[in-house]
């Protein structure tokens, strides 16, 4: 018998003839019941029990001293470069292949990003193609890590878990150190993933995880930055919750701090999902391996996680053969209703960040041009 076509296939992995979107959530746990308890509680903002419970389970689960919840990823990730002491006109490096947001972030701090390429294991920023960047353009000086030509800070680096899988950190960690930068996770995509059993988001100074809809599990809109130390926890939310010092009435706020505290209403529907992440980390991880086994046979590489890692499998992906491979095989899904899509433009092709510096790019730029992301909800087992 032939092999099925890839739409044959998701169609009968998913057993639908229906729509298949990219990565759909779920409640099929106790959202509506905790979400109808906030409501009928009244405390659907900024106060509630909801936003402490939906902090501690991450903290249990991750293994970070302290988690603060916050509006969205990018929200997190802004506070957490704030805290790692980024500032106007310091260069903060990162990958160029990414989700934008990545460099919004510190784009919003008044900070420039500078990108290096991305390693072909893991996806995410190569720790080799950092070091050779820093080596032909930076210092370490008693203050930090400077960029020769413009004598500026290069403060710190984000590197980004692409689609789950983690980034090579040990190395990653040693070139910081050289260096003397700071190392902020951007996280948003692998709440779940696992660098030689510690939880992406806690191995740099801050991380920062993502509970956008399409996440692996979601908040409707939320963030939460993952923190070393109870210490810079505590300062962590105070800057994200207006920087108010606690009074039972008076107002007195002692810096210019962010209004980034994520409503009880969605940390209420944190806790349900976060009750099944175990169950969608399973079921992830058994697509994952049903599209390995499909494209074993052809010239399609399947994504799989490196081998130091656990990764969540949050979307999965398929580099194509060709250019022309890869856009067959985006047109031929996305006719029949089957939600695929190419990988992020590079950042430095946008228009906000083309004069941005950059090194070498080649493993980016392989990746934009073959890889395809394909459906990746949790399956129902
Ligand atoms: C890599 C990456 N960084 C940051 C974000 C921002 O998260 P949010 O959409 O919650 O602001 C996302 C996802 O949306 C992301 O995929």
């Not at 957490?80 to 490096?93: C, H, K, P, Q, S």
């Not at 810079?232 to 701090?257: N, Q």
């Not at 209403?265 to 391996?289: F, H, I, P």
Request: aromatic fraction near 10%; glycine fraction near 6%.
């Amino acid at each position: 018998m032939s092999q099925p076509s890839i739409v044959e296939f998701v169609r009968d992995v998913y057993q639908t003839n229906d729509f298949i979107p990219l990565h759909a959530p779920t409640f099929d746990g106790n959202e509506l019941k905790y979400v109808s308890e906030t409501i009928k509680s009244t405390f659907v903002s900024s106060v509630g029990k909801f936003v402490d419970e939906f902090e501690q389970k991450i903290e249990a689960y991750t293994g970070s001293a302290k988690a603060v919840a916050t509006v969205n990823g990018t929200a997190a990730l802004h506070a957490a470069l704030y805290m790692a002491g980024v500032r106007g006109g310091d260069f903060v490096i990162t990958q160029a292949l990414t989700f934008v947001a990545t460099c919004n972030a510190l784009h919003h701090m008044g900070a420039e990003p500078i990108f290096v390429d991305v390693s072909p294991v893991s996806l995410g920023l190569c720790p080799k193609a950092m070091d050779e960047f820093l080596t032909e353009h930076a210092i370490v000086t008693e203050t930090g890590c400077i960029h020769k030509q413009s004598q500026r800070s290069i403060r710190a680096v984000v590197p980004m878990h692409t689609f789950g899988h983690p980034v090579e950190m040990d190395e990653l960690i040693n070139v910081c150190l050289k260096w003397n930068i700071k190392l902020v996770e951007d996280a948003a995509e692998s709440l779940g993933s696992f660098y030689k059993n510690k939880h992406t988001g806690t191995l740099g100074d801050f991380g920062a995880i993502s509970f956008n809809g399409n996440k692996i599990i979601t908040t409707g809109g939320g963030g939460m930055v993952l923190c070393k130390t109870s210490e810079l926890g505590a300062k962590t939310k105070h800057i994200t919750t207006t920087a108010k010092l606690p009074h039972p009435y008076e107002f007195f706020h002692d810096e210019a701090g962010f209004n980034y505290r994520m409503p009880n209403l969605n940390a209420a529907l944190g806790c349900a999902q976060m009750e099944v992440l175990e169950k969608y980390l399973e079921q992830k991880r058994e697509l994952a391996s049903r599209y390995k086994i499909f494209f074993e046979t052809s010239d399609f590489k399947f994504v799989l996680e490196p081998e130091y890692a656990k990764s969540n499998y949050w979307l999965n992906a398929v580099i194509c053969p060709s250019v022309e491979a890869r856009n067959e095989l985006l047109k031929q899904t996305n006719d029949a209703g089957v939600m695929t899509r190419p990988i992020w433009k590079l950042m430095h092709r946008l228009p906000m960040y083309k004069n941005s510096l950059h090194g070498d790019l080649p493993n980016s730029e392989n990746i934009e041009a073959h890889l395809i992301n394909l459906p990746s909800s949790p399956l129902a087992l």
